[in-house]
């Protein structure tokens, strides 16, 4: 199984931008890269997600490596909000079910 | 997108009883899952709920520790039997929505907080 890579935690600045990194050196092709958020005392919720290509969304950017081995999620201005556990996870084509890792805590300081 | 509601949101239980936790969906969906979420740690897949056969567990898991029924598109259940306080852990459900071409995206429920004493 494909597995990611993610630092443990992180800290930011609120209104300052936020740049998470996840390394998946061993994606196949078809894989595409998600990433999810786990507010305190809630399910885990949506973020964003990608192929090959760079994406943006209300949210967030994904911002992803020529190679693919590595991608970079983007908060452009964090909030008190979005401190969370944020998830990187390669989407298996089969079976629609995801394998979550340990994440990075992001917290954000007034 | 999808709502998903669970029951119950919490419970506390005695040890060698069993628990069974609901996952209502508003639509009808194919792919539903049971994750638990262990204190402190990250989310680990128990098993994928298929409508009218049997669950497929994934390794570590098994029917008769977790028993999961699926009798149509937007109700299932995940049984958490002859508990020990090793099963005391966060219990989520979630459904997968393709909603673009080889994939989709993943909706949570907001978990069963359950403590065995």
Known sequence: DAKTTQPNSMES???EPVHLPCNHSTISGTDYIHWYRQLPSQGPEYVIHGLTSNVNNRMASLAIAEDRKSSTLILHRATLRDAAVYYCILYYNQGGKLIFGQGTELSVKP | SAVISQKPSRDICQRGTSLTIQ?????QVTMMF?????PGQSLTLIAT???????TYESGFVIDKFPISRPN?????????N???EDSSIYLCSVAVTDYPGGGTQYFGPGTRLTVL
């Open chain 1, 13 to 15: 600045n609120e209104e």
């Open chain 2, 23 to 27: 996952c209502q969906v508003d639509s």
């Open chain 2, 34 to 38: 049971w994750y638990r979420q262990q």
């Open chain 2, 49 to 55: 709920a298929n409508q009218g056969s049997e669950a």
């Open chain 2, 73 to 81: 598109l937007t109700f299932s259940t995940l049984t958490v039997s």
């Open chain 2, 83 to 85: 508990m020990s306080p």
